[in-house]
T-cell receptor, first 111, second 113 residues
Framework: GENVEQHPSTLSVQEGDSAVIKCTYSDSASNYFPWYKQELGKRPQLIIDIRSNVGEKKDQRIAVTLNKTAKHFSLHITETQPEDSAVYFCAAGGGADGLTFGKGTHLIIQP | SAVISQKPSRDICQRGTSLTIQCQVDSQVTMMFWYRQQPGQSLTLIATANQGSEATYESGFVIDKFPISRPNLTFSTLTVSNMSPEDSSIYLC??????????FGPGTRLLVL
């Protein structure tokens, strides 16, 4: 089955700086790669996703890149703000399959 | 995206008992999934709830422990059977939106004593 590795487990950045979270996956059949943000006590919220026919996708301050050959994808958050503090999960899957999640990154934005 | 509700939102149960969690969506969806999130951990897929047929379970999860129903395209239930303290988790259903996106319900927080 699919295996997703996520790094780092904790990331602390100064407000206004950029944050990068990286994931690798093992199953070359996976073709869908979403990122979720989970605030304490709340459900995971989809913030951006990318499919295997695309190398990069941007949505305002958030971008995701995908390298299918190397089987890795990354989340980039620019101009970080205090409200970006949360746990971020990457996932991999596709089609009728459920998602396999990484272990999560606790992002801390320092004022 | 679809509006997803779960009942109950939380419960405290005694070991050896069973709890059935309901997931309701405000529109018809093809795929519904059940996940478990243990305290401080990531999400793990339990099973895919298939409408009109048996659920498809992931490795490490069995039907006797987590029976699932999917009577129609807007509703599913997950039962946690013969509970032990190790079953204390958040249980989340998710549904597919357009183009394989998955949206999560609010979750059910279960504490087993």
């Amino acid at each position: 089955g699919e295996n997703v590795e996520q790094h780092p487990s904790t990331l602390s950045v100064q407000e206004g700086d950029s944050a990068v979270i990286k994931c690798t996956y093992s199953d070359s059949a996976s073709n869908y790669f979403p990122w979720y943000k989970q605030e304490l006590g709340k459900r995971p919220q989809l913030i951006i996703d990318i499919r295997s026919n695309v190398g990069e996708k941007k949505d305002q301050r958030i971008a995701v890149t995908l390298n299918k050959t190397a089987k890795h994808f990354s989340l980039h958050i620019t101009e970080t703000q205090p409200e970006d503090s949360a746990v971020y999960f990457c996932a991999a899957g596709g089609g009728a399959d459920g998602l396999t999640f990484g272990k999560g990154t606790h992002l801390i934005i320092q004022p | 995206s679809a509006v997803i509700s779960q009942k109950p939102s939380r419960d405290i149960c005694q070991r050896g008992t069973s709890l059935t969690i309901q997931c309701q969506v405000d529109s018809q969806v093809t795929m519904m999934f059940w996940y478990r999130q243990q305290p401080g951990q990531s999400l793990t897929l339990i099973a895919t709830a298939n409408q009109g047929s048996e659920a498809t379970y992931e490795s490490g999860f069995v039907i006797d422990k987590f029976p699932i129903s999917r009577p129609n395209l807007t509703f599913s239930t997950l039962t946690v059977s013969n509970m032990s303290p190790e079953d204390s988790s958040i249980y989340l259903c998710s549904v597919d939106g357009s183009q394989e996106t998955q949206y999560f319900g609010p979750g059910t927080r279960l504490l087993v004593l």
